[in-house]
């Protein structure tokens, strides 16, 4: 009895194992269909499921814009599914690939260098320069003066049909009160009073003459030019108190020796003014073109002087201007020191300085007269340089200053420009100070 159910049992056994294994197997081809397995593909359909907690999908490699899109290679493009759907049958899915949009993957492109634009190059414009002013004229520099005390004189004669003993009184005060001075507006007015007949005072025109002939004997004081022969270097020495245009006047110098072709070297001698060391430097290097010798601030004055001059001597260089610290006529310690910077002068090269100028501002007045006057106590100046007189109705100064001095002007400075020092003529410059204004 035993013998028949042992193998009965196993055959039950069998049958119950190959009875799980199909409903096994079946299980999982449904489990498969649930996933979206293909029968005939032992992978399953990519997904992709923006909440699914597995890793990122991987990139697709990167594709130029111009590919063909996967349909077209014959690749599947990917299905972005979420829902579960139903497997397509072949002939489906082949009318849905053929209808369907082509979507390509996006695709993180390499940057791509963009194309430089061709921009069309300006045409090149002509190089603008700042505008600069002509010189000026004689006559236009003398403008202010002319239009207060000259011009005031012409009226006066003008309107009076003869020259009485009231007319006289009037140019007197006309005089005393211009800024040529008391002691020189006497000796003009007692010119034309005694030299002219009682004929000739009833004639505007002729007292006009007298006095612009006899302003003519006051400015032009003999002078003997520079006299640079056997001299080299030629040394010229500036003074003059603060404020009155000396270092400026100082480059424009150095211009008109280069303009003559000489070689000029600069001495910075105002020690005390670290700006005015800057300053002769940038005339020197950017506006001249010249070579300069400067120490620092504070040190002494007579020893840059003395190096400069030496440093000519040897290169052989044909001018130095000494540029000195600008004092006030009333402090003696200063004061005194030009006497010291003369005689190193002296020591460096026997002679030195051949030329002494003291500048002197016309806006100052009578000021600047008594400025000379104190100068003049100190060391002996053989010219003198007026500045500014395109800039003040004061320029009649200029007859006090000779009159009283007997210093001849080398120079007046009549506007801004390097060309606008000029050398002094008395009749050139009489003879624009006298013209008549056209009405």
């Known amino acids: 009895m035993s013998e028949f159910f042992a193998p009965a049992i196993l055959i039950l056994v069998c049958l119950s194992f190959v009875y799980l294994a199909i409903r096994f197997t079946q299980k999982i081809k449904a489990k498969k269909r649930e996933l979206g ?3 005939d593909d032992s992978h399953p359909e990519k997904q992709a499921s923006p909440k699914s907690g597995g890793e990122p999908a991987k990139k697709q490699p990167k594709k130029a814009a111009y590919e063909t ?22 002939v489906e899915k082949a009318l849905k690939e053929k209808h369907a949009p082509v979507v390509e993957a996006e695709v993180a492109s390499e940057p791509v260098a963009a194309t430089p634009k061709l921009e069309e190059e300006p045409e090149e414009e002509p190089e603008v320069k700042p505008e600069q002013k002509a010189p000026k004229t004689l006559k236009e520099g003398l403008k202010k003066t002319r239009g207060s005390f000259i011009s005031r004189l012409g009226k006066l004669l003008s309107f009076k049909k003869e020259i009485d003993e009231e007319i006289l009184e ?32 009833n004639d505007q025109e002729t ?19 520079f006299h640079m022969e056997g ?21 424009k110098l150095a211009s008109h020796f280069k303009a003559q072709g000489k070689s000029v ?42 190096d400069a001059v030496k440093q000519a001597e040897k290169t052989g260089i044909d001018v130095v201007i000494a540029d000195t610290a600008g004092r006030l006529h009333t402090q003696t310690n200063l004061m005194d020191e030009l006497q010291k910077v003369r005689r190193v002068c002296n020591k460096a090269y026997e002679g030195a300085p051949h030329e002494t100028f003291l500048v002197l501002d016309a806006t100052n007045g009578q ?14 100046f053989t010219g003198i340089i007026i500045t500014k ?33 000029r050398s002094f003529d008395a009749t050139a410059f009489t003879e624009a100070l006298f013209e008549h204004e056209e009405e």
């Not at 507006?185 to 005694?194: C, G």
């Not at 007189?389 to 004061?394: E, L, Q, S």
């Open 367 to 380: 000021n600047a007269l008594h400025q000379a006057e104190e100068f003049m106590k100190v060391m002996d």
């Open 170 to 201: 009037e140019l007197e005060v006309l005089l005393f009160t211009a800024d040529i001075g008391p002691t020189t507006a006497e000796k003009l007015f007692e010119t034309v009073k005694e030299n002219l007949s009682r004929k000739e005072l």
């Open 265 to 306: 070297l600069l001495a910075a001698g105002d020690t005390f003014r670290a700006a005015a060391i800057d300053q002769l430097a940038i005339w020197a290097k950017e506006r001249v073109g010249c070579e300069i010798v400067k120490g620092k601030e504070g040190s002494d004055p007579s020893s840059v002087i003395f």
């Open 389 to 421: 007189m395109d800039g003040t109705a004061k320029g009649g100064v200029i007859l006090g200053i000779c009159d009283k001095m007997k210093v001849p002007v080398r120079f007046i400075g009549i506007g801004e420009q390097v060309e606008d020092l």
């Open 231 to 251: 001299k080299k270097p030629f040394v010229i020495l500036v003074i003059g108190v603060n404020g009155v245009g000396k270092t400026t006047t100082i480059g």
């Open 69 to 90: 899109a996967p349909g077209e290679r014959g690749e599947k493009p990917e299905t972005l599914q979420v829902k579960e759907k139903p497997v397509a049958s072949p």
């Open 37 to 39: 397995y293909r029968e």
């Open 207 to 225: 007292v006009w003459n007298t006095l612009k002939q006899e302003s003519i004997k006051i400015l032009d004081i003999p002078q003997t030019g």
